[in-house]
């Protein structure tokens, strides 16, 4: 693989996974080598359309081994088993598989190698630089642990580059990648701040010319960062973030995409071209060969220092109790404890390094202090969640105690807020670190948020029960009575209803507004509240009348039966002729009209209607042609669905609906009237069963004669005597007054269809007497004697009948 123009193919179509070296181990590019590749991938028909991808980093630091899991290329990887050395040489080239638009892919020789020697720094400038010039996209291959290291994160590399990039060639917009490696537990957020931090530095720290003076990096580079796991230690979660980090990769031209805000691209026809008089620029220009070696070499000492006071720290067994005991609970003297650790290792670091340059270990001294602050961050953020959960349950109990022992709410949160702040202040002061810019105020508003929460929740649950208790005695003090007042029907129903509701609505509205004074609500708040118990006062009358209005027809006919059935004593009424039905049943109606007009509307407001007179008028004063209602309304007032000087909200029975109720009312209790009437006729005529006397005077005149023919034969006298007393026997036998109150000729018929049997009955008593008497001559004789067989029952049939003889 060593040799200039050398190719890899592992598989797959031609030209779909091959690699060519274009840049020997000599610093030499193979032109004929990149012609090769570009003609064998079908680059040169590209135009436009197409991207260079490169990477960047150590030696054995996976460059390779990335890009062929990231790209589907065949680059050499490095076999871990035959320990770590150089694996690529100069530059290679190959293109990506399965990826829009057409990338170029280069993989650069790794940094930091013992194979070079000396030569190694002027190549690897020399090589990133060239990168960095023909690539949309530079990936920078990082170790995780080595970030903030001043060789390993290729700072000086970087601040060299960027001042020849611009100074050569006019600079273009490239991508920086920078790819994290074995990513530990430090959250990507921490190692993306600093990363571009220090690009930023350096982008600052380096000369420029004239026209770029006041340049910012962002004109010229978009920075990105990601972070993969271990290849070796978790090559699964490798594979996996790998595989993402190649979606980002299509369409990596397009608007959004990585390379998207590229400029001046070189057609793909002439790539191999530029490429190659880029490499001779920059293998010409010197002024890359010129380190600070002072710098360097106190870069270096400075960090291995600076790691070695944080692997101590890391040991340190002060440090390690302090964070086992953050796990389980508030450890005392937490920051003052944490703080000398932290001080100690400092100055045995600035005791290790007081003849290095200054900028240099200043630099560096801030990045372990970064680094040792960051391991203990989490252990910081325990102590105040711990701290904040602390304070928070004491505040919790202490307001559930004083409001048990019956203090004012408002003044009860006061006392207890006030001294749950003052004991986070104090926790605060125990917890802090000298060495940590802490802003508190966050932590303590977020303790005052989560007091205020928790106040909140108290005082709408205690809101929540006392409106309830209030509703109910509301509801209680004006239900039952309403609907007592409203079954009477009254003319002064409502009126009675209103006094009711606005004295209990005034009682329970002072009452309300005296508890509520405690809470410290806002007057708008409270004036809400006390609103809301009048509506719910409001709301129970209405329900109530809608409740009884549901069963208005009920009511009515109740009403009219108990007007009807009874006197004003309460007694029941017996039909005689001398009661006035018409007017009996008219008072029981006119009843019956006013409970329907009582229930027709809610009448909680002091406003007349006219909905009685509407009824009565209408209904009971001879309907269409009545002259009263001619005079007082146009119309038929009951002809609308709408009551006047009435809204609809508070119409419980329209007055189409007022009609239909009062036709089921006459329809239902008509019988009644009828049954009444039929009673008192029957009765009347009871007592009128004989004939007039008019009429007894013109039968003893014209019957003059017949009684004295009566006179002159006593046996006819004798017979109508029989008859009488045989009549007024059955008179009073089967109450004959009786049956004539249901009519003439009912009574008739009953009276024939009971005396014609008893009549038969008689008639055949007195013909077996007749035969008993013919069954016994005068001369008494022993009667014969009949054996025992030859007993016999009487033969009714025949009328005879036989007596035995013992």
């Not at 964070?323 to 000398?340: C, I, M, W």
């Not at 372990?368 to 711990?386: C, G, K, N, Q, W």
């Not at 009347?684 to 004295?708: C, D, H, Q, V």
């Not at 069954?775 to 004697?785: D, G, H, L, Q, V």
Request: with cysteine; charged share 25%; proline share 4%.
């Amino acid at each position: 693989m060593d040799a200039p123009g050398g190719v890899v193919g592992v598989g797959g179509r031609s030209g779909e996974r091959h690699a060519a070296q274009v840049v020997g181990a000599d610093g030499e590019m193979d032109a004929a080598a990149m012609e090769r590749f570009a003609a064998a991938a079908g680059l040169r028909g590209r135009g436009l359309s197409y991207a260079v991808v490169s990477i960047l980093g150590p030696q054995g630091s996976g460059k390779s081994t990335l890009l062929n899991h990231l790209f589907g290329t065949s680059f050499r990887e490095m076999d871990a088993l035959k320990g770590r050395h150089q694996t690529t040489k100069g530059i290679w080239i190959a293109k990506a598989v399965g990826i829009e638009p057409f990338t170029v892919v280069l993989d650069l020789e790794g940094t930091d190698g013992t194979e070079r020697g000396q030569d190694d720094t002027a190549f690897e400038k020399q090589s990133a630089l060239f990168a960095l010039v023909v690539s949309d996209i530079v990936m920078i291959n990082l170790w995780c642990h080595d970030i903030g290291r001043e060789h390993a994160a290729n700072r000086p590399l970087l601040r060299t580059v960027f001042q020849v990039l611009m100074r050569l060639f006019s600079p273009r917009k490239t991508t920086l990648l920078l790819v994290i490696r074995d990513k530990t537990k430090t959250p990507l957020e921490y190692l993306t701040q600093a990363l571009k931090e220090d690009i930023e530095k350096i982008w600052d720290s380096v000369q420029k010319p004239e026209a770029y003076k006041e340049a910012a990096l962002s004109d010229f580079f978009n920075v990105e960062v990601t972070a993969l796991s271990s290849y070796e230690e978790n090559e699964e979660l490798f594979k996996e973030q790998v595989g993402q980090l190649r979606q980002r990769f299509y369409h990596s031209i397009a608007p959004g995409g990585l390379a998207a805000d590229r400029r001046g691209v070189v057609p793909a026809s002439g790539f191999c071209l530029s490429a190659l008089q880029i490499w001779k620029v920059i293998r010409e220009n010197k002024d890359l060969n010129l380190p600070a070696h002072k710098v360097m070499v106190a870069t270096v000492r400075c960090e291995e220092i600076a790691n070695e006071k944080l692997k101590n720290f890391l040991s340190n067994k002060g440090w390690l109790e302090l964070d086992a005991a953050v796990k389980s609970g508030l450890p005392p003297s937490f920051g003052t404890r944490l703080s000398a650790i932290l001080d100690s290792y400092l100055s045995e670091y600035d005791m290790e390094t007081m003849y290095f340059d200054e900028g240099v270990r200043a630099a560096k001294r801030q990045q372990l202090e970064s680094s040792m602050l960051d391991h203990t961050y989490p252990a910081i953020e325990r102590v105040m969640e711990h701290l904040h959960l602390v304070v928070l349950n004491k505040f919790k109990s202490d307001l559930e105690q004083s409001l048990r022992n019956t203090e004012g709410f408002a003044e009860s949160v006061r006392q207890c807020s006030q001294a749950s702040m003052e004991e986070f202040d104090a926790g605060i002061r125990d917890t802090a670190v000298k060495h940590v810019q802490w802003d508190a105020s966050k932590a303590r508003n977020k303790l005052q948020e989560h007091i205020q929460a928790h106040v909140e929740s108290i005082r709408n649950a205690k809101l929540a029960e006392l409106k309830a208790n209030y509703e109910k005695k509301l509801s209680d003090a004006i239900a039952g009575p309403a609907q007592s007042i409203l079954e009477t029907g009254q003319r002064d129903s409502w009126a009675c209803i209103r006094r009711l509701y606005r004295r209990e609505t005034e009682n329970a509205a002072l009452a309300f507004s005296a508890s509520l004074s405690e809470f410290d609500l806002d007057q708008t708040i409270s004036s809400k509240m006390v609103s809301d118990l009048r509506e719910h006062a409001r709301s129970v009358v209405e329900i109530k009348a809608r409740e009884e209005a549901g069963n208005v027809l009920m009511r009515m006919k109740e009403r009219f039966f108990t007007v009807l059935s009874h006197d004003r004593d309460l007694m029941p009424r017996t039909w005689m002729g001398d009661k006035d039905i018409r007017s009996i049943t008219r008072e029981a109606r006119l009843g019956a009209l006013r409970l329907m007009s009582v229930m027709a509307a809610i009448r909680l407001d002091d406003k007349p209607d006219k909905i009685e007179r509407a009824l009565t008028t209408a209904l009971l004063d001879g309907g269409p042609l009545s002259h009263k209602r001619s005079i007082e309304f146009a119309s038929d007032p009951l002809a609308s669905s709408t009551w006047e000087e009435v809204s609809p909200k508070d119409t419980l029975i329209t007055p189409v609906q007022c009609k239909s109720i009062w036709r089921q009312f006459k329809a239902e209790t008509e019988y009644s009237v009828v049954q009444a009437m039929s009673i008192q006729e029957a009765h009347r005529r009871s007592k009128s069963w004989l004939p007039p006397a008019w009429t007894i005077l013109l039968l003893a005149i014209l019957g003059y004669n017949e009684f004295m023919f009566l006179l002159r034969n006593p046996l006819y006298l004798l017979g109508l005597f029989v008859a009488f007393a045989l009549s007024y026997a059955i008179w009073l036998q089967y109450d004959i007054t009786a049956y004539f109150r249901h009519g003439m000729l009912s009574a008739l018929l009953t009276i024939l269809s009971r005396l014609l049997p008893r009549i038969m009955d008689i008639v055949m008593q007195i013909i077996n007497m007749s035969h008993k008497t013919q069954a016994f001559p005068t001369s008494i004789s022993p009667p014969p004697t009949y054996p025992c067989s030859e007993l016999h029952e009487p033969d009714v049939g025949t009328g005879s009948s036989a007596v035995p003889v013992s």
